[in-house]
């Protein structure tokens, strides 16, 4: 059934060219041709449902080669009236000449968390002095043969200079929801000119995996023809907790109370590390690369416990990484001895060095922070594994879609595996990448080790880009 729709959507498609058209040589005309794609409306949605209003600016585009035939496109996107109502889709794909993406299979669509936007979060290798650029996921899935989309949500293109964040107040999970199903119709569209079939898998981590469940909880109330994912891989992140994760929730429930009160106090920019959140993450990083030994400017004495003194920055990046909940308080973390990455405790019972990941390349990664965050998701979210009623699960037994969950041992692990069961999906799989099991979720494998570490191909992407194949 699905073979002949896009039979159909093809030969409809023939004013994209479906494969035959002239590829874009120049940046204009890859932008021209975003624009295309994003007017021309699914043939069977105009059938059913009319033409569409929810229309999308392309305001420019880029190409630059990123290692041997693999090729990173960019494209900024007008999705509002204001100012700052702008994303950007990425691109990372194999070509077969300058220009001319290769036709693919499969494609998948990710979507980042906090703090990070794309390709700090999937292609943090590209500009590394740490890692090979091989070395992230987005590069590796594109190695393989996949067509890999993803977006910069509106606020990682929010400039360091803002000062005035009224226009963070409408965002929220549904406006990111939003945004990700227009980034999924560009995809979509462009993969339908250059000839690309085969399923779009939507992949989000952390709070990209609530604003993941928002969109298909909105797909799943539009007809067949219209839907855009084929499967759904959320990673370290639930939408609401196990009831016998009751202590979970509650946390949840006074993150939700705390972070309003932040709200109300401080405006709509904001999330889990008070105002301008990767400004301070920006510092952390600065600080330790450029004076690891000394003591550090930003952080009080004895933060990290009575008699332990003023921190090194070096100390400070290691234990913001590896024990991420100590820079959280009072607020509590997502689930018990949470943290970005592995460490090694030193003699003081402290992480003191990293156990998967380069510390190097952890010092980078602090430093490509987008310095600012719309808290208004944050607030919802919270709402939402605290077990309120939110406008974006009405429908999610209605997503039957094959899931596959991944998490890590020390991140949100098997905390986020309930949450499958709230889809309608049958064809459901989970993996928890651990170390051993008698290792304390204290020192188990963290949130970005998914994405950073080592290991993280042969343990986290490898799998996978197998289950994708499998579907």
């Not at 600012?372 to 939110?390: F, K, T």
Request: proline share 7%; net charge negative.
């Amino acid at each position: 059934m699905r073979t002949w729709f896009r039979l159909i959507v093809c030969l409809t498609f023939l004013s994209l060219g479906c494969g035959i058209s002239e590829p874009p040589s120049t940046a204009e005309d890859l932008r021209e041709s975003a624009e295309s794609a994003l007017t021309q409306d699914d043939p069977a949605a105009v059938l059913k449902a009319g033409p569409r209003p929810d229309r999308a600016l392309a305001l420019w585009a880029t190409r630059e080669t990123l290692f041997g035939d693999v090729a990173h496109y960019r494209f900024k996107l007008k999705v509002g009236p204001g100012q700052h109502d702008t994303v950007t889709i990425h691109r990372v794909v194999k070509e077969s000449s300058g220009w001319s993406p290769t036709r693919t299979g499969r494609a998948v669509f990710m979507v980042h968390g906090d703090a990070w936007g794309f390709e700090q979060a999937f292609l943090s290798s590209a500009d590394s002095e740490q890692v090979p650029k091989r070395q992230s996921i987005a590069a590796y899935f594109a190695q393989e043969g996949l067509d890999v989309w993803g977006i910069d949500l509106r606020w990682v293109g929010v400039p360091t200079t803002t000062q005035e964040f009224s226009f963070m107040s409408e965002w929220n999970l549904g406006t990111h929801a939003q945004d990700v199903g227009t980034g999924l119709r560009l995809a979509r569209g462009l993969r339908l000119a250059g000839g690309g079939f085969g399923n779009m898998n939507l992949l989000a981590w952390s709070r990209g995996s609530l604003v993941a469940h928002a969109y298909l909880n909105s797909e799943a109330q539009l007809p067949r023809g219209r839907r855009q994912v084929d499967g759904f891989i959320p990673m370290d992140m639930p939408v609401r907790f196990a009831p016998e994760h009751a202590q979970q929730q509650a946390w949840a429930c006074a993150r939700h109370e705390a972070l309003k009160l932040r709200r109300a106090l401080y405006g709509p920019e904001g999330g889990l590390l008070g105002v301008a959140p990767g400004v301070g993450l920006q510092a952390i990083g600065k600080l330790a690369a450029t004076a690891p030994n000394a003591p550090s400017p930003i952080m009080p004495d004895d933060i990290f416990g009575p008699g332990t003194g003023r921190p090194t920055n070096r100390r400070v990046a290691i234990v913001s990484a590896a024990a991420t909940g100590a820079i959280m308080k009072p607020l509590d973390p997502l689930a018990p001895d949470y943290h970005l990455l592995a460490g090694v405790p030193d003699a003081t019972g402290l992480p003191g060095s990293l156990t998967h990941t380069l510390e190097g390349y952890l010092l980078e990664y602090a430093q490509m922070a987008s310095p600012y965050q719309s808290i208004n998701e944050v607030v919802e979210s919270d709402a939402w594994l605290c077990g309120e009623d939110v406008p974006y699960d009405d429908h999610l037994r209605d997503v039957t879609v094959p899931v596959f969950y991944v998490g890590a041992g020390g991140g949100v692990g098997e905390y986020g595996v309930y949450s499958t069961t709230l889809l309608g999906s049958r064809d459901v799989t989970s993996l928890i990448v651990r170390d051993l099991p008698a290792v304390p979720r204290a020192l188990d494998f963290g949130h970005a080790d998914l994405f950073l570490a080592g290991s993280a191909k042969q343990r986290v992407w490898s799998p996978i880009l197998q289950w994708i194949r499998a579907h």
